[in-house]
Protein backbone atom coordinates (compact mmCIF):
# COMPACT_ATOMS: atom_id res chain seq x y z
CA UNK A 1 0.00 0.00 0.00
CA UNK A 2 2.97 2.55 1.05
CA UNK A 3 5.00 1.91 -2.06
CA UNK A 4 2.00 1.65 -4.04
CA UNK A 5 0.83 5.08 -2.70
CA UNK A 6 4.24 6.42 -3.46
CA UNK A 7 4.48 5.27 -6.61
CA UNK A 8 1.45 7.28 -7.18
CA UNK A 9 3.09 10.25 -5.73
CA UNK A 10 5.64 10.07 -8.07
CA UNK A 11 4.35 9.59 -10.93
CA UNK A 12 1.92 12.62 -9.81
CA UNK A 13 4.63 14.73 -9.15
CA UNK A 14 6.33 13.75 -12.50
CA UNK A 15 3.76 15.11 -14.75
CA UNK A 16 2.80 17.79 -12.92
CA UNK A 17 5.21 20.19 -15.18
CA UNK A 18 7.45 21.11 -12.33
CA UNK A 19 4.49 20.87 -9.11
CA UNK A 20 5.98 18.98 -5.97
CA UNK A 21 3.65 17.24 -4.35
CA UNK A 22 3.45 19.95 -1.06
CA UNK A 23 2.57 22.50 -3.94
CA UNK A 24 -0.61 20.49 -5.11
CA UNK A 25 -1.17 19.84 -1.60
CA UNK A 26 -1.57 23.38 -0.78
CA UNK A 27 -3.48 24.39 -3.71
CA UNK A 28 -5.69 21.66 -2.22
CA UNK A 29 -6.08 23.54 1.22
CA UNK A 30 -6.97 26.42 0.11
CA UNK A 31 -10.26 27.87 -0.41
CA UNK A 32 -11.50 29.78 -3.71
CA UNK A 33 -10.82 33.25 -2.27
CA UNK A 34 -7.92 32.54 -0.69
CA UNK A 35 -6.57 30.69 -4.19
CA UNK A 36 -6.83 34.46 -5.54
CA UNK A 37 -5.06 35.89 -3.03
CA UNK A 38 -2.20 33.85 -3.07
CA UNK A 39 -2.47 34.47 -7.00
CA UNK A 40 -2.35 37.97 -6.24
CA UNK A 41 0.26 37.71 -4.17
CA UNK A 42 -1.06 39.96 -1.66
CA UNK A 43 0.43 37.97 1.34
CA UNK A 44 4.20 37.05 0.80
CA UNK A 45 4.80 35.83 4.30
CA UNK A 46 4.52 31.95 4.79
CA UNK A 47 3.21 32.19 8.71
CA UNK A 48 0.53 34.30 7.85
CA UNK A 49 -0.40 32.55 5.07
CA UNK A 50 -0.29 29.35 7.16
CA UNK A 51 -2.34 30.39 9.50
CA UNK A 52 -4.94 31.16 7.22
CA UNK A 53 -5.08 28.75 4.80
CA UNK A 54 -7.74 26.11 5.68
CA UNK A 55 -4.51 23.18 6.33
CA UNK A 56 -5.21 19.20 6.75
CA UNK A 57 -4.25 17.22 9.63
CA UNK A 58 -1.77 16.12 6.86
CA UNK A 59 -0.09 19.84 6.75
CA UNK A 60 0.41 19.50 10.52
CA UNK A 61 0.89 16.22 11.02
CA UNK A 62 2.82 14.42 8.20
CA UNK A 63 5.03 17.14 6.73
CA UNK A 64 6.83 18.39 9.68
CA UNK A 65 9.74 20.85 9.27
CA UNK A 66 10.50 20.03 5.46
CA UNK A 67 6.98 21.69 4.74
CA UNK A 68 7.77 24.79 6.09
CA UNK A 69 10.77 25.00 3.35
CA UNK A 70 8.86 23.84 0.77
CA UNK A 71 6.43 26.29 1.76
CA UNK A 72 8.86 29.09 1.08
CA UNK A 73 9.99 27.10 -1.80
CA UNK A 74 6.00 27.36 -3.01
CA UNK A 75 6.24 31.15 -2.28
CA UNK A 76 9.15 31.64 -3.88
CA UNK A 77 7.62 29.50 -6.90
CA UNK A 78 4.17 31.71 -6.99
CA UNK A 79 6.22 34.80 -7.20
CA UNK A 80 8.68 33.81 -10.60
CA UNK A 81 5.33 31.99 -11.69
CA UNK A 82 2.73 35.46 -11.44
CA UNK A 83 4.84 37.63 -11.69
CA UNK A 84 7.60 39.56 -14.69
CA UNK A 85 11.26 39.60 -14.56
CA UNK A 86 10.90 43.63 -14.07
CA UNK A 87 8.71 42.29 -10.71
CA UNK A 88 5.77 44.17 -12.43
CA UNK A 89 2.23 42.44 -10.92
CA UNK A 90 0.63 40.41 -13.99
CA UNK A 91 -2.00 42.71 -14.70
CA UNK A 92 -3.79 40.65 -18.12
CA UNK A 93 -7.11 39.33 -16.88
CA UNK A 94 -6.93 36.40 -19.25
CA UNK A 95 -3.53 35.40 -18.07
CA UNK A 96 -4.32 34.98 -14.85
CA UNK A 97 -7.76 33.43 -15.22
CA UNK A 98 -5.66 30.46 -17.18
CA UNK A 99 -3.29 29.96 -14.29
CA UNK A 100 -6.43 29.93 -12.05
CA UNK A 101 -7.84 27.12 -14.38
CA UNK A 102 -4.31 25.32 -14.41
CA UNK A 103 -4.37 25.24 -10.67
CA UNK A 104 -7.64 24.12 -10.48
CA UNK A 105 -7.10 21.22 -12.51
CA UNK A 106 -4.42 20.16 -10.76
CA UNK A 107 -6.44 20.33 -7.73
CA UNK A 108 -9.20 18.09 -9.05
CA UNK A 109 -6.55 15.68 -10.47
CA UNK A 110 -5.06 15.15 -6.68
CA UNK A 111 -8.60 14.57 -5.52
CA UNK A 112 -9.56 11.90 -8.22
CA UNK A 113 -6.05 10.51 -7.78
CA UNK A 114 -6.57 10.34 -3.86
CA UNK A 115 -3.49 12.28 -3.05
CA UNK A 116 -6.02 13.56 -0.15
CA UNK A 117 -6.36 9.94 1.11
CA UNK A 118 -2.95 9.77 1.25
CA UNK A 119 -2.10 12.30 3.68
CA UNK A 120 -4.73 11.19 5.58
CA UNK A 121 -3.77 8.16 6.21
CA UNK A 122 -3.99 7.18 9.54
CA UNK A 123 -1.07 4.68 8.48
CA UNK A 124 1.19 7.17 6.69
CA UNK A 125 0.80 9.33 9.59
CA UNK A 126 2.07 6.74 11.99
CA UNK A 127 4.75 5.84 10.11
CA UNK A 128 5.99 9.33 9.53
CA UNK A 129 5.99 10.15 13.46
CA UNK A 130 8.15 7.18 14.27
CA UNK A 131 10.68 9.35 11.64
CA UNK A 132 13.36 10.94 13.58
CA UNK A 133 11.66 14.15 11.51
CA UNK A 134 9.10 14.28 14.12
CA UNK A 135 11.31 15.55 16.57
CA UNK A 136 12.55 18.15 14.14
CA UNK A 137 9.20 19.04 13.94
CA UNK A 138 8.17 19.84 17.38
CA UNK A 139 11.44 21.57 17.82
CA UNK A 140 10.19 23.71 14.74
CA UNK A 141 6.55 25.15 15.47
CA UNK A 142 7.61 25.53 19.11
CA UNK A 143 10.05 28.10 17.71
CA UNK A 144 7.31 29.36 15.45
CA UNK A 145 4.26 29.10 18.36
CA UNK A 146 2.51 26.58 16.22
CA UNK A 147 1.86 24.21 19.38
CA UNK A 148 -1.35 26.01 20.15
CA UNK A 149 -3.02 24.54 16.86
CA UNK A 150 -3.58 21.16 17.75
CA UNK A 151 -5.11 17.99 16.16
CA UNK A 152 -8.45 18.87 16.94
CA UNK A 153 -8.59 22.45 16.07
CA UNK A 154 -7.03 21.64 12.76
CA UNK A 155 -9.25 19.26 12.12
CA UNK A 156 -12.70 21.22 12.63
CA UNK A 157 -10.47 24.40 10.59
CA UNK A 158 -10.24 22.10 7.78
CA UNK A 159 -13.51 20.38 7.67
CA UNK A 160 -14.36 19.99 3.82
CA UNK A 161 -17.34 18.55 2.54
CA UNK A 162 -15.47 16.50 -0.24
CA UNK A 163 -16.61 13.26 -1.83
CA UNK A 164 -12.90 11.70 -1.89
CA UNK A 165 -12.29 9.07 -4.43
CA UNK A 166 -11.18 5.32 -2.63
CA UNK A 167 -7.99 5.19 -3.36
CA UNK A 168 -8.44 1.26 -3.57
CA UNK A 169 -10.80 1.40 -6.51
CA UNK A 170 -8.25 3.61 -8.61
CA UNK A 171 -6.63 1.39 -10.96
CA UNK A 172 -3.00 2.83 -12.83
CA UNK A 173 -5.01 2.79 -16.14
CA UNK A 174 -7.30 5.14 -14.85
CA UNK A 175 -4.44 7.33 -13.29
CA UNK A 176 -2.31 7.63 -16.63
CA UNK A 177 -5.65 8.21 -18.62
CA UNK A 178 -6.06 11.36 -16.47
CA UNK A 179 -1.95 12.54 -16.44
CA UNK A 180 -2.58 11.82 -20.17
CA UNK A 181 -5.51 14.23 -20.34
CA UNK A 182 -4.08 16.89 -17.77
CA UNK A 183 -1.36 16.78 -19.67
CA UNK A 184 -3.33 17.38 -22.93
CA UNK A 185 -4.80 20.34 -21.33
CA UNK A 186 -1.83 21.85 -20.01
CA UNK A 187 -0.22 21.84 -23.30
CA UNK A 188 -3.05 23.46 -24.93
CA UNK A 189 -3.31 26.29 -21.88
CA UNK A 190 0.54 26.81 -22.31
CA UNK A 191 -0.07 27.19 -26.41
CA UNK A 192 -3.00 29.57 -25.66
CA UNK A 193 -0.68 31.21 -23.08
CA UNK A 194 1.70 31.93 -25.72
CA UNK A 195 -0.40 33.20 -27.97
CA UNK A 196 -1.53 35.66 -25.27
CA UNK A 197 1.97 36.47 -24.74
CA UNK A 198 1.88 37.26 -28.70
CA UNK A 199 -0.93 39.35 -28.04
CA UNK A 200 0.60 41.31 -25.23
CA UNK A 201 3.75 41.68 -27.51
CA UNK A 202 1.51 43.42 -30.19
CA UNK A 203 -0.41 45.02 -27.36
CA UNK A 204 2.94 46.53 -25.89
CA UNK A 205 4.18 47.64 -29.69
CA UNK A 206 0.38 49.37 -30.42
CA UNK A 207 1.46 51.04 -26.71
CA UNK A 208 4.60 52.22 -27.34
CA UNK A 209 3.50 53.41 -30.49
CA UNK A 210 -0.01 55.30 -28.92
CA UNK A 211 2.97 56.50 -26.69
CA UNK A 212 4.89 58.14 -29.55
CA UNK A 213 1.98 59.47 -30.79
CA UNK A 214 0.77 60.81 -27.15
CA UNK A 215 4.28 62.80 -26.89
CA UNK A 216 3.91 64.34 -30.38
CA UNK A 217 0.40 65.08 -29.67
CA UNK A 218 1.40 66.99 -26.17
CA UNK A 219 4.54 68.62 -28.06
CA UNK A 220 1.81 70.29 -30.42
CA UNK A 221 -0.51 71.10 -27.39
CA UNK A 222 2.13 73.07 -25.99
CA UNK A 223 3.24 74.69 -28.90
CA UNK A 224 -0.84 75.50 -29.16
CA UNK A 225 -0.93 76.92 -25.27
CA UNK A 226 2.22 79.08 -26.21
CA UNK A 227 0.34 80.12 -29.15
CA UNK A 228 -2.89 80.59 -26.93
CA UNK A 229 -0.98 82.79 -24.40
CA UNK A 230 0.65 85.27 -26.68
CA UNK A 231 -3.29 85.42 -28.08
CA UNK A 232 -4.36 85.88 -24.95
CA UNK A 233 -1.81 88.90 -23.96
CA UNK A 234 -2.85 90.69 -27.30
CA UNK A 235 -6.58 90.23 -26.34
CA UNK A 236 -5.89 91.77 -23.75
CA UNK A 237 -3.68 94.88 -24.82
CA UNK A 238 -6.67 95.21 -27.09
CA UNK A 239 -9.04 94.88 -24.18
CA UNK A 240 -7.20 97.62 -22.09
CA UNK A 241 -7.01 99.76 -25.41
CA UNK A 242 -10.72 99.35 -25.70
CA UNK A 243 -11.05 100.30 -22.16
CA UNK A 244 -9.27 103.68 -22.86
CA UNK A 245 -11.43 104.35 -25.88
CA UNK A 246 -14.56 103.44 -23.99
CA UNK A 247 -13.57 106.02 -21.60
CA UNK A 248 -12.49 108.99 -23.69
CA UNK A 249 -15.57 107.72 -25.53
CA UNK A 250 -17.29 108.73 -22.44
CA UNK A 251 -15.98 111.64 -22.09
CA UNK A 252 -16.67 112.80 -25.35
CA UNK A 253 -20.22 112.03 -24.69
CA UNK A 254 -20.11 114.22 -21.55
CA UNK A 255 -18.67 117.04 -23.19
CA UNK A 256 -21.63 116.53 -26.19
CA UNK A 257 -24.08 116.65 -23.36
CA UNK A 258 -22.83 119.63 -21.45
CA UNK A 259 -22.56 121.75 -24.97
CA UNK A 260 -26.04 120.39 -25.58
CA UNK A 261 -27.44 122.01 -21.91
CA UNK A 262 -25.65 125.09 -23.10
CA UNK A 263 -26.99 125.55 -26.65
CA UNK A 264 -30.10 124.58 -25.13
CA UNK A 265 -29.48 127.69 -22.57
CA UNK A 266 -28.09 129.97 -25.46
CA UNK A 267 -31.58 129.34 -27.14
CA UNK A 268 -33.67 130.25 -24.36
CA UNK A 269 -31.61 133.13 -24.23
CA UNK A 270 -32.07 134.30 -27.42
CA UNK A 271 -35.86 133.13 -27.61
CA UNK A 272 -35.55 135.81 -24.60
CA UNK A 273 -33.82 138.33 -26.42
CA UNK A 274 -36.24 137.79 -29.13
CA UNK A 275 -39.22 138.27 -27.24
CA UNK A 276 -37.95 141.46 -25.74
CA UNK A 277 -37.21 142.82 -29.02
CA UNK A 278 -40.32 142.31 -29.92
CA UNK A 279 -42.43 143.79 -27.10
CA UNK A 280 -39.89 146.42 -27.67
CA UNK A 281 -40.58 146.86 -31.34
CA UNK A 282 -44.22 146.87 -30.28
CA UNK A 283 -43.72 149.73 -28.06
CA UNK A 284 -41.47 152.10 -29.73
CA UNK A 285 -44.03 151.53 -32.68
CA UNK A 286 -46.83 152.83 -30.45
CA UNK A 287 -44.43 155.65 -28.60
CA UNK A 288 -44.03 156.65 -32.50
CA UNK A 289 -47.74 156.84 -32.79
CA UNK A 290 -48.13 158.69 -29.53
CA UNK A 291 -45.12 161.19 -30.90
CA UNK A 292 -47.03 161.89 -34.17
CA UNK A 293 -50.35 163.05 -32.17
CA UNK A 294 -48.47 165.05 -29.76
CA UNK A 295 -46.64 166.95 -33.20
CA UNK A 296 -49.86 167.58 -34.20
CA UNK A 297 -51.54 168.83 -30.82
CA UNK A 298 -47.87 170.74 -30.59
CA UNK A 299 -48.84 172.38 -34.22
CA UNK A 300 -52.16 173.26 -33.17
CA UNK A 301 -51.10 174.55 -29.97
CA UNK A 302 -48.73 176.35 -31.20
CA UNK A 303 -51.41 178.07 -33.70
CA UNK A 304 -53.22 179.06 -30.73
CA UNK A 305 -50.69 180.46 -28.80
CA UNK A 306 -49.88 182.93 -31.37
CA UNK A 307 -53.36 183.36 -32.09
CA UNK A 308 -53.50 184.66 -28.71
CA UNK A 309 -49.92 186.57 -28.95
CA UNK A 310 -51.55 188.41 -31.56
CA UNK A 311 -54.32 189.44 -29.44
CA UNK A 312 -52.17 190.42 -26.52
CA UNK A 313 -50.25 192.73 -28.66
CA UNK A 314 -52.84 194.02 -30.28
CA UNK A 315 -54.00 194.80 -26.08
CA UNK A 316 -51.07 196.38 -25.71
CA UNK A 317 -51.06 198.26 -28.21
CA UNK A 318 -54.05 199.66 -27.33
CA UNK A 319 -53.25 200.23 -23.66
CA UNK A 320 -49.78 201.98 -24.62
CA UNK A 321 -51.69 204.50 -27.25
CA UNK A 322 -53.79 204.98 -24.00
CA UNK A 323 -51.76 205.53 -21.64
CA UNK A 324 -48.95 207.43 -24.02
CA UNK A 325 -51.09 211.01 -23.62
CA UNK A 326 -51.08 211.18 -19.98
CA UNK A 327 -47.96 209.97 -18.97
CA UNK A 328 -46.27 212.62 -21.70
CA UNK A 329 -47.65 215.20 -19.82
CA UNK A 330 -46.19 214.21 -16.45
CA UNK A 331 -42.50 212.61 -18.11
CA UNK A 332 -40.16 214.69 -18.82
CA UNK A 333 -39.15 214.17 -22.25
CA UNK A 334 -35.87 212.22 -22.03
CA UNK A 335 -37.70 209.78 -19.96
CA UNK A 336 -40.81 209.33 -22.33
CA UNK A 337 -40.95 205.37 -23.87
CA UNK A 338 -42.29 205.41 -27.73
CA UNK A 339 -44.78 203.18 -28.67
CA UNK A 340 -42.64 201.30 -30.99
CA UNK A 341 -40.50 200.51 -27.58
CA UNK A 342 -42.89 199.27 -25.81
CA UNK A 343 -44.29 196.98 -28.30
CA UNK A 344 -43.62 193.12 -27.90
CA UNK A 345 -41.05 191.91 -30.59
CA UNK A 346 -43.30 189.57 -33.09
CA UNK A 347 -41.66 186.38 -32.76
CA UNK A 348 -42.05 182.46 -32.46
CA UNK A 349 -42.99 180.95 -29.31
CA UNK A 350 -39.94 179.11 -29.26
CA UNK A 351 -37.79 182.14 -29.53
CA UNK A 352 -38.84 184.13 -27.19
CA UNK A 353 -36.80 183.84 -24.53
CA UNK A 354 -33.91 185.56 -26.71
CA UNK A 355 -34.98 188.94 -25.62
CA UNK A 356 -33.19 188.19 -22.41
CA UNK A 357 -30.22 189.57 -24.69
CA UNK A 358 -31.27 193.09 -25.55
CA UNK A 359 -29.85 196.40 -23.61
CA UNK A 360 -31.51 197.05 -20.36
CA UNK A 361 -32.90 201.05 -20.57
CA UNK A 362 -31.48 203.33 -18.12
CA UNK A 363 -35.03 204.35 -16.96
CA UNK A 364 -36.98 201.80 -14.90
CA UNK A 365 -39.74 202.69 -17.03
CA UNK A 366 -38.55 202.18 -19.88
CA UNK A 367 -37.57 198.18 -19.42
CA UNK A 368 -39.58 196.20 -22.04
CA UNK A 369 -42.20 193.78 -20.98
CA UNK A 370 -41.09 189.97 -21.79
CA UNK A 371 -43.05 187.08 -23.17
CA UNK A 372 -41.83 184.72 -20.18
CA UNK A 373 -43.26 187.35 -17.97
CA UNK A 374 -46.68 187.53 -20.27
CA UNK A 375 -46.52 183.43 -20.30
CA UNK A 376 -46.43 183.52 -16.26
CA UNK A 377 -48.99 185.68 -15.68
CA UNK A 378 -51.43 184.33 -18.22
CA UNK A 379 -50.48 180.80 -19.07
CA UNK A 380 -48.51 180.02 -15.97
CA UNK A 381 -45.02 178.60 -15.66
CA UNK A 382 -43.19 177.86 -18.85
CA UNK A 383 -43.01 173.66 -19.56
CA UNK A 384 -42.09 171.76 -22.67
CA UNK A 385 -44.44 170.17 -24.31
CA UNK A 386 -42.90 166.81 -23.37
CA UNK A 387 -43.60 167.29 -19.46
CA UNK A 388 -46.53 165.57 -19.51
CA UNK A 389 -44.62 162.37 -20.76
CA UNK A 390 -42.18 159.75 -18.35
CA UNK A 391 -38.77 160.41 -18.96
CA UNK A 392 -38.06 157.40 -20.83
CA UNK A 393 -40.66 158.04 -23.89
CA UNK A 394 -39.47 161.54 -23.61
CA UNK A 395 -35.73 159.93 -24.82
CA UNK A 396 -37.55 157.81 -27.09
CA UNK A 397 -39.23 160.74 -28.69
CA UNK A 398 -35.67 162.73 -28.60
CA UNK A 399 -33.27 159.91 -29.91
CA UNK A 400 -35.67 158.18 -31.85
CA UNK A 401 -37.84 158.18 -35.19
CA UNK A 402 -40.62 156.34 -36.62
CA UNK A 403 -40.35 154.99 -39.19
CA UNK A 404 -43.93 156.27 -40.28
CA UNK A 405 -42.81 159.80 -39.73
Not at 150 to 173: A, G, N
Not at 187 to 200: C, I, P, T, Y
Not at 322 to 343: G, K, Q
Not at 358 to 382: N, W
Request: aromatic share 6%.
Amino acid sequence: MKEHTLSLVNNLQESCLGFSIDEIQLFIALDAQELEELANFRTINSRSILHRIAVTESLTQDLGPSYYRQLEQLLTFMKNKFLREDGERVTSKLIFNKKISYIRDLIALAERCGVQEIFNSRQYIANYCDSPEWQNRVAFCQERDMLALTFDDIKRYSQRKRVMPDLRKTTLEDFVSELTSLRTKCGRLEQELAEKSASEQAAEARYQAATASYDLTVKELTGKSEEIEGLQSSNFKLREELEQRESLIAELRYSIELANKKAEAAEQHMNSITRDMTRLQRDYHEQAMANNDLRRKLGSSTKKIEKVQGAINGLLDAMGAANSDSEREATPPSLRVTPSRARIRQSSVLDADTSDDEATPAHPTDTPIRLSQVRGSFLGPRSSSNDHLPAAKVARTTTQRSPTS
